[in-house]
C-alpha cells in the first residue's frame, strides 16, 4: 500500500539532546513537509523539500534541521537548540508544491 | 498576510443530522483549499480539495463548497454517524507561494 510512514510514535528526549524523527513515503512524491501541531492551534510549517537535496525553511525553523538525500526520505532532527519541543510532529507529502497533501500518522515527542 | 478561521471550535449534534463546517480565509487569492479529518493521536486524512476555479466538490455524504469572492467555505457532511467524530480541519494554499495556511480546527462530536 501507498502511504507515509513516520517513525516512532511516541518520542521521548531528555534535556540537552537532540532526536530524529523519520519520514518516509512510497508515493513517489516530490514534495515533502514538516508540521508541527500544538493543542488548540493550526498546524504550523517546520521545513518543506520540493526536490532531492534541496529544501527551504517554514515559519518556525528556529531548532529544526533536516535533510532531503532521497526522494523518499525526510527526517526531521530537534536540537537542543529546540526549547519547547513538546509537540505533535505530522509529515506530509505531495506530487508537487500546492496539490493534494497527504500525511503520516504523526510522531508525538515529549521533554523529560 | 492569509488568515483561516474556523466557527465554531466544538460542535456537538444528535445522529442522523445534517451540519455545516464552516471555514473562512483572509485572502481571496489562493489555489485551492483543502478539508481534513483528524482522529484523535491520528494524522491527519484528506477529505475533499478544491481548486480555486472550482464551486464545490463532492465525496459519498461529504460536500464541500468554495466561495472565493466572500473568503468563505463550507463542508457538508449529510445523516451524521457517530463515526464521523473527529476533528475536522480545512486549510487554504495560497496562489503565489502554495503554502498550507491551516485553520484551528472544529472538534465534532455525533451522539449517538
Known amino acids: 500500500d501507498g502511504g507515509i510512514t513516520q517513525s516512532p510514535k511516541y518520542l521521548f528526549r531528555k534535556e540537552g539532546q537532540n532526536v530524529t524523527l523519520s519520514c518516509e513515503q512510497n508515493l513517489n512524491h516530490d514534495a515533502m513537509y514538516w508540521y508541527r501541531q500544538d493543542p488548540g492551534q493550526g498546524l504550523r510549517l517546520i521545513y518543506y523539500s520540493q526536490i532531492v537535496n534541496d529544501f527551504q525553511k517554514g515559519d518556525i525553523a528556529e531548532g529544526y534541521s533536516v535533510s532531503r538525500e532521497k526522494k523518499e526520505s525526510f527526517p526531521l532532527t530537534v536540537t537542543s537548540a529546540q526549547k519547547n519541543p513538546t509537540a505533535f510532529y505530522l509529515c506530509a507529502s505531495s506530487t508537487r508544491r500546492g496539490t493534494e497533501a497527504f500525511f503520516g500518522q504523526g510522531t508525538r515527542l515529549t521533554v523529560v | 498576510k492569509q488568515e483561516v478561521t474556523q466557527i465554531p471550535a466544538a460542535l456537538s449534534v444528535p445522529e442522523g443530522e445534517n451540519l455545516v463546517l464552516n471555514c473562512s480565509f483572509t485572502?481571496?487569492?489562493?489555489?485551492?483549499l483543502q478539508w481534513f479529518r483528524q482522529d484523535p493521536g491520528k494524522g491527519l486524512t484528506s477529505l475533499l480539495l478544491?481548486?480555486?476555479s472550482q464551486r464545490e466538490q463532492t465525496s459519498g455524504r461529504l460536500n464541500a463548497s468554495l466561495d472565493k469572492s466572500s473568503g468563505r467555505s463550507t463542508l457538508y457532511i449529510a445523516a451524521s454517524q457517530p463515526g464521523d467524530s473527529a476533528t475536522y480541519l480545512c486549510?487554504?494554499?495560497?496562489?503565489?507561494?502554495?503554502?498550507?495556511?491551516w485553520g484551528a480546527g472544529t472538534k465534532l462530536i455525533i451522539k449517538p
Open positions: 486549510a487554504v494554499n495560497g496562489d503565489s507561494n502554495y503554502q498550507l495556511i
Open positions: 485572502d481571496s487569492a489562493i489555489y485551492n
Open positions: 478544491i481548486q480555486s
